[in-house]
């Protein structure tokens, strides 16, 4: 427990301390894109936001209000996972939020989840996002 612990803090240490060398190629990618003012990223399916394959929280989030000059639209269909996502994000500037499925029909849309957490049964952390 304490040796997981001292892990994690050390490893989230290491990513202040030299933040590009722990960077995936798509997180490299959302850093280059947040710098320029006046593109917009749009990302389908947000989720919450702060989860471990997500790149555009991590960068974002680091990014604050420092050099960040472009907007951040997120858009989460699932009303549960979306007032998560504005919580996670509710401090950044520059982000939008839509609560909306996107479809080739309008009206409203059905969503089908999983009713259990995945974890708790052995699977990884990005089930949750399906």
């Known amino acids: 427990m304490i040796r997981s612990l ?19 190629p798509a ?20 989720y919450i936001g702060d989860t471990n394959n997500d790149p555009i929280f991590k960068v974002v989030s680091g990014a604050g209000t420092r050099g960040m000059g472009s ?16 919580n996670n994000y509710r401090s950044l500037p520059g982000v939008i939020f839509e609560n909306v499925a996107v479809s080739d029909q309008s009206g409203t849309s059905k969503i089908f ?18």
């Open 6 to 24: 001292f892990s994690k803090v050390a490893r989230r240490v290491r990513r202040l301390l030299f933040p590009r060398q722990f960077m995936t």
């Open 27 to 46: 997180q490299a990618a959302v850093v280059e894109v947040v710098k320029r003012p006046g593109f917009v990223i749009v990302q389908l399916g947000a």
């Open 71 to 86: 907007t951040v639209m997120l858009v989460e269909p699932v009303k549960e996972y979306f007032d998560r996502l504005r």
């Open 113 to 130: 989840r999983l009713s259990v957490n995945p974890e708790d049964h052995g699977y990884p952390e990005w089930l949750s996002q399906l």
